[in-house]
């Protein structure tokens, strides 16, 4: 098993591009999500799906889109840029969402630039 | 509202010296608790987990307990080597649905 692959590892943008940071999962997890990772600030999430065709917001969805086709992926889309989404983004996922204890699997990062 | 408080670092040490890093949490309910660790350029990975109050959570020579009455989950090693430089997230779950909320993290150097 592959885990959770993200892709790309890094990424530089200019304030109003606009880009998707792939995730993929070949568990068979139900749930996945995105954190955004900044300096003295833990991780924090942004999306969260609970299964193929349902998403719902985390803790700063603001400027960040989301959808779950297929149970393997979970792409995070960001519209338009801007120098505050400067961060390390990681995927998660985990077999289900009811248990308590669930171990979520992270993927080893994007790291964004926006200039 | 929820929230995870950990101890400040960075922590240096000294190898074969005795690590401990608070961690405290807010939250209704009856959470589970975690230790992730994230070596230098990767992701997070689980490091222990405890499920409910008393539970000590072990692995690689890590340690936690789960104390309900206190709301901790201090983590404990007592002889650190080089290897174990990393930062250490302390995290709660299980009171929405899969949701991890996290410390700020803990930066620890070990020297040789």
């Known amino acids: 098993n592959a885990g959770v692959t993200q892709t790309p590892k890094f990424q530089v943008l200019k304030t109003g591009q606009s880009m998707t940071l792939q995730c993929a999962q070949d568990?068979?997890?139900?749930?996945m999500s995105w954190y955004r990772q900044d300096p003295g600030m833990g991780l924090r999430l942004i999306h969260y799906s609970v299964g193929a065709g349902i998403t719902d917001q985390g803790e700063v969805p603001n400027g960040y889109n989301v959808s779950r086709s297929t149970t393997e992926d979970f792409p995070l889309r960001l519209l338009s840029a801007a120098p505050s989404q400067t961060s390390v983004y990681f995927c998660?996922?985990?077999?289900?969402?009811?248990?308590?204890?669930?171990?979520?699997?992270f993927g080893p990062g994007t790291r964004l630039t926006v200039l | 509202g929820n929230s995870v408080t950990q101890m400040e670092g960075p922590v240096t040490l000294s190898e074969e010296a005795f690590l401990t890093i608070n961690c405290t949490y807010t939250a209704t309910g009856y959470p589970s608790l975690f230790w992730y660790v994230q070596y230098p350029g990767e992701g997070l990975q689980l490091l222990l987990k405890?499920?409910?109050?008393?539970d000590k959570g072990s692995n690689k020579g890590f340690e936690a307990t789960y104390r309900k009455e206190t709301t901790s989950f201090h983590l404990e090693k007592g002889s650190v080597q080089v290897s174990d430089s990393a930062v250490y997230f302390c995290?709660?779950?299980?009171?929405?649905?899969?949701?991890?909320?996290f410390g700020q993290g803990t930066i620890l150097t070990v020297h040789p």
């Open positions: 995290a709660f779950g299980g009171t929405s649905y899969g949701k991890l909320t």
């Open positions: 568990m068979n997890h139900e749930y």
């Open positions: 405890a499920t409910k109050a008393d």
């Open positions: 998660a996922s985990s077999y289900s969402y009811g248990s308590r204890a669930d171990t979520q699997y």
